[in-house]
Nanobody, 121 residues
Framework: QVHLVESGGGSVQAGGSLTLSCSGSPETSGLFAMGWFRQAPGKEREGVAA???????RYGDFTEGRFTISRDNARKTLTLQMNNLKPEDTAVYYC???????????????WGQGTQVTVSS
């Protein structure tokens, strides 16, 4: 069972930056895809960014070049650098791992507990 733990969430003003990190158990390095998802109150969980073990990436259209996902297979960590944050980016952000590089939550079967990101205007 893959164990994922997110960190780095917090509160920031619009235009600010945050870096989210996800630490995985040893099995994480063998998984093909890892991704970041978010869920705002009253909304469905949506894909933010995903990366394969080869470094191929996918981004949600709303990221608009503001977010960068990276992965360190040796250290079993996943990072999401978020710049120029907007109030609509406010959500709980989740780290996930799976076998298909996609932005659909259904393709991922291991999830962290989530970390809150709040962006004020």
């Amino acid at each position: 069972q893959v164990h994922l733990v997110e960190s780095g969430g917090g509160s920031v003003q619009a235009g600010g930056s945050l870096t989210l990190s996800c630490s995985g158990s040893p099995e994480t390095s063998g998984l093909f895809a890892m991704g970041w998802f978010r869920q705002a109150p009253g909304k469905e969980r949506e894909g933010v960014a995903a990366i394969s073990s080869y470094g191929n990436t996918r981004y949600g259209d709303f990221t608009e070049g503001r977010f960068t996902i990276s992965r360190d297979n040796a250290r079993k960590t996943l990072t999401l650098q978020m710049n120029n944050l907007k109030p609509e980016d406010t959500a709980v952000y989740y780290c996930a791992a799976g076998s298909v590089l996609a932005l659909s939550p259904g393709n991922y079967n291991s999830w962290g507990q989530g970390t809150q990101v709040t962006v004020s205007s």
